[in-house]
């Protein structure tokens, strides 16, 4: 009889490259950057977020001053979003995408190389392994995951 052996998923996080990041062309090398820092990619498409689907993504900052120009900024274009492996991956992906401001992140980090400002900033990283796996189903099914 034949053992079949399931490997077992390490640690996942996700991640959105945001439109400024689409609109500048930038996908291919920040997902050379990610893939070299070690993360597999287990999910991943192009699309673009409805009013709805960002309002609904960003509910947690409904009641911040901007959260209306977060969903504006959200829904211009397309995104790309994947879901990404490896072990310690919410830190390690953080650590990655630098600061939210690119002025003041880390230099080689992701922020530092691509975004423009603290509201154009490429990247989303999840903040927590909840987070992860909650955003990674808002824009996955379980059969778009390997």
Do not use: C, W
Request: glycine share 6%.
């Amino acid at each position: 009889m034949r053992k079949i052996i399931y490997k077992m998923a390490t640690n996942r996080t996700f991640t959105m490259l945001k439109p400024d990041s689409v609109e500048k062309g930038n996908i291919g090398a920040i997902l050379e950057k990610i893939t070299a820092s070690g993360f597999r990619i287990v999910a991943m498409k192009l699309t673009q977020m409805t009013i709805a689907d960002a309002q609904a993504f960003y509910a947690v900052h409904r009641e911040r001053p901007f959260y209306g120009e977060l969903v504006e900024y959200m829904t211009r274009g397309p995104i790309v979003a994947a879901i990404l492996e490896k072990d310690n991956a919410v830190e390690d992906f953080r650590t990655l995408i630098g600061t939210t401001n690119p002025a003041e992140a880390a230099e080689g980090t992701i922020r530092k190389l691509y975004a423009d400002s603290i509201s154009e900033n490429a990247v989303h990283g999840s903040d927590s392994d909840d987070n992860a796996a909650i955003e990674g189903a808002f824009h996955f099914s379980g059969r778009e995951q390997f």
